[in-house]
């Protein structure tokens, strides 16, 4: 007697796009196909900054640079102060960084772990001012610094991330409300006031929740460019987005070096995105729920 063949066996817990071969073949055509689209600015830049000026008007929109003039991205770190201005991006963005950080999972743990009377009402009163544009605080938040005589320093940059930001409070009370209360009782019985236990229980273990939060805050902070065009008008105190406006002029704009330029300032954002990607899905993921 010939062996009768094994039936084939497809897995119901597995998604649907992974038992379908063909669908799951069209799936990944039309993402890559989708990410031509994002990607194609980025490849146009690169090849831009590798050519010469007359060579940007000649090659439109063609990706692939015919020339490769290296010395495009020389001319990016020595024709103007690139070092001071990257210092003052990289104070500008890690400072702030570690202020948002600490503020926010301060006032997340709070609103997660303290049972207090109105909590309910003080986190929906913080949630309720993400509601508020930014164009509404701007005028009375330069009023306040010109008051304080910190106009065209980094103080304006900075001081304002150490009183946290509604959207990464909800994100860290998410976090820690998820956790298991018996790390409070631990933490109680061991003899740890309510700082001590953040500091050394619940921080410690919401470290996808930090690292997500520093990743996106590090995008925004790195490539912000409204504050120092407001605040900031001497060149000392200048950051790499705000110094390449200064590229433009009346009398043109030597597009390769602002693509050269562009391209430095945009490699620490995807060096940090791509290394560090899978904690920032399994931060926001895990913050998602409530308990």
């Not at 600015?41 to 692939?64: D, K, N």
């Not at 020389?74 to 570690?98: C, E, G, H, M």
Request: aromatic share 16%; proline share 6%; glycine share 6%.
């Amino acid at each position: 007697m010939t062996a009768l063949a094994e039936p084939l066996v497809v897995r119901a817990d597995r998604p649907l796009w992974r038992r379908n071969l063909t669908l799951t073949v069209v799936l990944y055509v039309v993402l890559a196909l989708g990410s031509l689209v994002f990607v194609y600015p980025f490849l146009w830049m690169i090849a831009t900054s590798l050519r010469s000026l007359a060579g940007v008007g000649s090659s439109g929109a063609s990706v692939v640079p015919h020339e490769f003039l290296w010395s495009n991205y020389t001319r990016a770190v020595t024709s103007f102060p690139f070092w001071r201005y990257a210092l003052n991006s990289v104070l500008t963005t890690l400072i702030p960084i570690v202020g948002t950080v600490f503020s926010c999972s301060l006032a997340g743990f709070a609103f997660a772990r303290l049972r207090v009377r109105f909590a309910g009402v003080l986190f929906a009163v913080v949630l309720a001012t993400m509601l508020l544009p930014g164009e509404v605080t701007m005028v009375p938040q330069f009023m306040l610094f010109n008051n304080f005589g910190m106009v065209d320093t980094l103080y304006p940059l900075i001081l304002p991330a150490f009183f946290g930001s509604p959207f990464y409070i909800f994100l860290f009370r998410q976090f820690f409300a998820r956790m298991p209360s018996e790390l409070a009782d631990a933490a109680v019985v061991d003899g740890c006031g309510w700082f001590k236990m953040f500091l050394l229980v619940y921080l410690p273990l919401a470290r996808p929740a930090v690292v997500a939060v520093s990743i996106l805050l590090f995008m925004g902070y790195w490539n912000n460019f409204l504050g120092p065009a407001i605040y900031i008008n001497s060149d000392q105190w200048k950051t790499l987005p705000l110094a390449l406006a200064g590229f433009q002029s009346v009398n043109g704009t030597d597009t390769p070096l602002l693509t050269a330029t562009s391209v430095l300032i945009t490699i620490p954002c995807l060096l940090i995105f791509f290394l560090a990607q899978k904690q920032l899905t399994n931060g926001i993921t895990f913050s998602g729920g409530s308990k």
